[in-house]
């Protein structure tokens, strides 16, 4: 969360003493962590959510760009598609572009990587999985639910008086909460709404918890593992094949 290091670097200090071999920054100034991170040595990600982010994560402090399109699930900007953010970083050519938002099957990673991406950066998709640690509750809503049933929504911060910037909303499931709060503002914050919050996120109450969860969770649809999941996108090999088929 770069906007939280602007004024504490030390989740990403604390981060860099385990030596990970990747570092993903997100959502905002990547002006103190990006440095940081490739100076010690290990490969700095930027998740961009626009052009303007784009064009920064051109700087030599960053070795990888995620573009990452407004259909994704969780927070982040809600200014462009998957498919014109991809196309606008690997017309660069510069870097290994990763590409989220909304790829959800083996067709999807097929497109991304046929667009120049180099890998497909997906989440939503293992929302259910069974190593998820997310609640039950959660897991069987988001079986359930479909590309119509998100929305893109700040209400779920400012109910739990979140210091999120207002331009990073976030796409999750539209339940009562979200659907009733849509207009909900700052001035709106009260003690007692933070506190029924955080009661419905220990209860899994997720008619009122936060639900984040992108476009793709359409194709969620049943209880698989991880490797099945991986499995099944790596299906793209095919698909790809078929398609290179269809237009020789
Ligand atoms: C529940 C959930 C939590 C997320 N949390 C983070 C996060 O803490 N940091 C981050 O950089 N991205 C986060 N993301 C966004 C993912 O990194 C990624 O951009 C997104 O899931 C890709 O789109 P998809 O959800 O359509 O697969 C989260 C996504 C979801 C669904």
């Given at each position: 969360m770069a906007w939280?290091?602007?004024?504490?670097?030390?989740?990403?200090?604390?981060?860099?003493?385990?030596?990970?071999?990747?570092?993903?920054?997100?959502?905002?100034?990547?002006?103190?962590?990006?440095?940081?991170?490739?100076?010690?040595?290990?490969?700095?990600?930027?998740?961009?959510?626009?052009?303007?982010?784009?064009?920064?994560?051109?700087?030599?402090?960053?070795?990888?760009?995620?573009?990452?399109g407004s259909e994704g699930g969780g927070h982040g900007r809600n200014q462009a598609g998957t498919l014109p953010l991809l196309q606008l970083a690997t017309q660069q050519q510069l870097k290994?572009?990763?590409?989220?938002?909304?790829?959800?099957?083996?067709?999807?990673?097929?497109?991304?990587?046929?667009?120049?991406?180099?890998?497909?950066?997906?989440?939503t998709r293992f929302l259910s999985a069974t190593q998820s640690l997310g609640h039950e509750n959660v897991k069987q809503v988001v079986r359930a639910s479909g590309m119509d049933d998100t929305t893109y929504t700040r209400a779920f911060d400012i109910a739990q008086q979140l210091a999120w910037p207002a331009q990073f909303r976030g796409r999750a499931l539209r339940y009562e909460f979200s659907a009733s709060h849509e207009d909900l503002s700052s001035w709106d914050a009260t003690e007692e709404l933070r506190e029924k919050m955080v009661t419905a996120r220990a209860e899994a109450a997720v008619d009122i918890a936060p639900v984040y969860a992108g476009q793709a969770v359409e194709f969620v649809t049943a209880p698989q593992s991880a490797q099945e999941i991986i499995a099944e996108l790596a299906g793209f090999r095919q698909v790809l094949a078929a398609a290179s088929r269809r237009f020789r």
């Open positions: 939280s290091l602007k004024t504490n670097l030390s989740p990403l200090e604390i981060f860099l003493e385990y030596g990970p071999s990747l570092v993903s920054l997100s959502f905002g100034d990547v002006s103190r962590g990006a440095p940081l991170a490739h100076e010690a040595g290990v490969l700095t990600a930027m998740q961009v959510d626009n052009a303007a982010e784009l064009e920064r994560a051109m700087d030599d402090d960053i070795d990888i760009i995620i573009t990452r290994p572009v990763v590409a989220a938002g909304g790829v959800g099957t083996a067709s999807g990673v097929a497109a991304v990587l046929a667009a120049g991406a180099q890998a497909a950066w997906v989440g």
